[in-house]
């Protein structure tokens, strides 16, 4: 039966809170006010229970497996919301001074040096509020970059093979993107690219691994190539889960990348949000980035050891006062603000908890086993559905559903059908160089046992193909709802709001 909608559930009278007697005059609010306020009516029971239902008809990363591609589905460490909802961090208010926000520049200025060290890079900003968002960023400063020097370029090139969010950053920014076509391995072709690459080319953006999972072997070659015709290569860090405390893209000759640390360093991120995505850069490119910039000034007054120091503490302020942390606005080549405030703070908290709790050892420990657990879904599944790109990858495998066409299947009935078995679907017809492409990425954070049982419903799917297509094609039986009409749901939002 579908969940009714509060107002449907409501009676008249039920209350979930009782307040104190009156120690003061009641006053009548009016006939209006009332009308405005026709709120349901429910016991707390009532409440609690609605909200359990709903939380429980959707699929998320605590109820079941999420093998989502490119996405990085990981589960969500509890520590973080904790951190994130400390009073002193959710009571702040953004324009709060200096002196009183201490605590949370410190964090961001922290969490800054951390991604530096992550990544290799000479500096960065936090104030993107999505890895799309990030990109805007980054190529607006190569933008800014040319501008400065008085070269016109016009043109970013953007393999076939990338996120849809690459060329649209691209347009927005106001380049031309220009496709190029990956090699029969997947792969950027070096030679194609030398071909494609003129002065009038600003930047290359790499996904690496690339959407395949594989690692560019040539990145430090491809970098070379740009650098040379003096352009400038972004990498789209989506996928650093794949290599976080393995290998540092500064050091392959990047010149800036994004970071998603909501897929990375794990925030909640179904359902289109909340993200955060730094952008990291190296020095060329540091006078362009938002403003302001989170820095610290000399001193040394929590028993710290090093710091960025353009700032010297005022000797006339009393040091409670003087701000070791702070804002620095004064940056005239800087693209300018890409957000209001300071980005989406709540989510460099749990990216700073979480790179806090694990360390060095722990980031390079979850990447190892995010590649060996793809790896093992690889092994067990080449053969029961087609593997284009063989060969080891890293964070993600993608398969292709062509084998099922001769039962009349497609992968989206793969997809539909995987839900039955209590698991999220994996990205399907993503990257498009793949047809009837099924990415999976299953994380580190998933044990033996429920790979072992994501490979066991994924043979079962592609016997039933064979043995009962007709289930399949009327698959998800055992969900709330079964197929929608996708593009009439998107364009025809019934938010079923009674009046
Ligand atoms: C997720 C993703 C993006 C976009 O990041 P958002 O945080 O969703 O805006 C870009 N590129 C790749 C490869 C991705 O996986």
Redesign the pocket.
């Known amino acids: 039966m579908p969940e009714k909608t509060l107002f449907q559930l409501s009676s008249p009278g039920r209350q979930a809170w009782s307040l104190p007697a009156l120690d003061v005059p009641a006053v009548d609010a009016g006939e209006t006010a009332r009308k405005g306020n026709d709120l349901p009516e429910l016991s707390e029971i009532d409440v609690a229970r609605h909200f359990t239902r709903l939380s429980i008809m959707n699929h998320h990363v605590d109820k079941g497996f999420y093998p989502l591609?490119?996405?990085?589905m990981k589960y969500n460490p509890k520590v973080n919301e904790l951190t994130s909802r400390l009073p002193g961090f959710t009571g702040l208010h953004p324009l709060e001074p200096e002196s009183l926000t201490q605590g949370a520049l410190r964090l961001m200025y922290e969490l800054g040096e951390m991604l530096k060290e992550i990544t290799g890079f000479d500096a960065v900003t936090l104030e993107p509020a999505?890895?799309?968002?990030?990109?805007l960023t980054g190529i607006m400063m190569v933008r800014k970059y040319f501008e400065k020097r008085g070269e016109s370029r016009d043109v970013v090139l953007v393999p076939d093979s990338?996120?849809?969010?690459?060329p649209a950053s691209v347009t927005l920014s106001g380049f031309k993107a220009v496709q190029i076509k990956s090699n029969e391995r997947g792969e950027i072709d070096p030679v194609e690219l030398e071909r494609a690459c003129s002065n009038c080319v600003a930047c290359l953006m790499v996904?690496n691994p690339n959407?395949l999972g594989i690692f560019e072997p040539e990145a430090k070659r491809i970098c070379d190539i740009m650098h040379r015709q003096g352009a400038l290569v972004y990498l789209?860090g989506?996928?650093l889960n794949a290599y976080v405390g393995v290998h540092r893209p500064a050091d392959a000759g990047f010149d800036l990348m994004?970071i998603?640390l909501?897929?990375t360093f794990s925030t909640p991120?179904g359902g289109g949000g909340p993200?955060?995505?730094p952008v990291a850069v190296t020095k060329a490119l540091e006078p362009f980035l938002p403003r302001p910039v989170v820095r610290r000034a000399e001193g040394q007054r929590d028993g710290g050891t090093e710091g960025q120091s353009d700032r010297t503490l005022d000797p006339s302020i009393p040091r409670s006062l003087d701000p070791l942390f702070y804002l620095d606005f004064d940056r005239p080549d800087s693209i300018g603000r890409v957000m209001g405030f300071h980005g989406q703070f709540a989510v460099l908290v749990r990216a700073y908890t979480y790179i806090r709790m694990l360390g060095a050892a722990g980031l390079k420990d979850a990447a190892e086993s995010a590649v060996l657990n793809a790896n093992y879904v690889r092994a067990e599944l080449d053969g029961v559905y087609d593997l284009p790109y063989k060969g080891r990858c890293l964070h993600e495998v993608v398969f292709s559903g062509t084998n099922l066409k001769q039962y009349g299947i497609k992968t989206l009935d793969v997809a539909k059908r995987l839900l039955d078995y209590g698991m999220h679907a994996p990205t399907i017809y993503f990257p498009l160089i793949v047809p009837e492409a099924l990415m999976i990425e299953p994380t580190e954070t998933e044990s033996r046992e429920s790979l072992d049982g994501f490979i066991a419903a994924m043979r079962q799917i592609a016997d039933e193909a064979r043995t009962n297509p007709e289930i399949l094609r009327q698959a998800p039986i055992t969900t709330p709802v079964r197929r929608l009409d996708e593009a009439k749901a998107s364009r025809e939002l019934d938010v079923c709001y009674p009046v």
Do not use: L
Not at 130 to 135: C, I, K, L, Q
Not at 162 to 166: Q, R, V, Y
């Open positions: 591609g490119s996405c990085t999505a890895g799309a968002h990030g990109e990338a996120h849809g969010t690459n996904t959407t789209d989506a996928n994004h998603n909501h897929k991120h993200g955060s995505g």
